[in-house]
């Protein structure tokens, strides 16, 4: 561990979780070098849904961290940061098979023991609520005090506000160790050599070469859509859609049934600007370069399925991103062991725009000797024996 908090910090990937972590350490003063191999939000954080949620969280330390990271989106709201950038709606996840109901009363049970603010929804209720649902809705859970972000804009904020200027096109090959091994001594770049008195890696897939967690990463392509506005459609919607289904392929609640294939589950987010973002899927292999129609049109006939107006509606585009797995499915954040002056924060799947800024914010709190706000020993790099690098 550091000594005393560091005056300089290296922070490699500027995605969601770089940007934060770079954030929270200018905004102690310390100096801040946050490069990447391209652009800010270029990769995972650009191409990401961005429900800020705790819906459809695994019961444990996912669930309690997304729900302090949902609460530090309400506080930068409300301080100026993220106004207007964080949008506040409820989740609600809907049921339209006996199986996705019983799916739905064990998650309902479990968030609330959490203690998030849930509330069950059916018939009248519900289709006074949400009238745009569909009658096929057995029922649904509301899921209160949620929200949405898009992951660039959020980027976008946290740099202009610290005044960081990203060094693009600058890859990290290689950190140099010194002291035994000990320590970092310098981060090897595309553009030669740079030197702080700390280095974080925040690389998100490229954190599996820097690392030596090739065995321990892995990606994980999603597919999305984006409508055209349809404002009135948008204003009968009080928040986001979300299948049952959604909850059996993130794996956050177990199934009695095969999962469906390459892990498609439903969300449908009304957006601030009136379209609507439609995702999407889970698939171990693929790139981000690439949609393809089978999966584009099982994401549409599911979203009709449940807002039968949205078959009125235009798509305007699809895209996709590649998130970063972990094995064990916990993000890996904390100390890189035997590095006395190397961090790490990766690994956060599809769960990063809504805990990247906690997850930074506490990285940061660890760095400079405080209590962090998220407890980090169950996200702790040690518990991976391969984590590190070769001297
Ligand atoms: C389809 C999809 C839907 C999603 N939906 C949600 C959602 O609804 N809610 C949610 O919370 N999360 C969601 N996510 C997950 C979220 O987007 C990610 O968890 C988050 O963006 C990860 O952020 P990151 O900063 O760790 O990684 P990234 O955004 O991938 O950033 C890593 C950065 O590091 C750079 N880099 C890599 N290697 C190097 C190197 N050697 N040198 C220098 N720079 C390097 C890259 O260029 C990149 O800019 C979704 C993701 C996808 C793909």
Known sequence: MLSRPPSSVIVVGSGIVGAATAYFLAER???????????????????????????????????????????????????????????????FIVAISEEECAVLDAHSAALASAGVKVEILHGVALSRKSPALSPRARMAVEVHGEGHAIG??????????????????????????????????AVVTSRGELRADAVVIAAGNGSARLLGLGDVLTQRKGQLLVTERAPALNGSLPGAIMSGRYLLSKGSQKSTHTPPPRGLGLVIDPLVTGQFLIGGTREDSGSRETTDIDAVSRMLADAVDLVPGLSGVRLLRSFAGVRTAVADGLPIVGQIPGLENGFVATGFEGDGICLGPIAGKSLVQLMCGDEPDLRLSSFDPGRFADCGVAA
């Open 29 to 91: 003063g310390i100096d801040v070098r946050l490069l990447d191999t391209s652009a800010p939000a270029a990769e995972a954080t650009g191409a990401a849904d961005g429900a800020v949620s705790v819906a459809s969280k695994r019961p444990g330390p996912i669930m309690t961290a997304a729900l302090k990271g949902v609460a530090l989106y309400g506080k930068l709201a409300d301080k100026g940061l993220f106004a207007g950038a964080f949008k506040r709606r409820s989740t």
């Open 152 to 185: 660039y804009q959020i980027v976008h904020r946290l740099l202009s506000a610290s005044g960081i200027v990203v060094d693009r096109n600058t890859s990290v090959e290689g950190l140099s160790l010194v002291n035994g091994g000990k320590r970092i001594g």
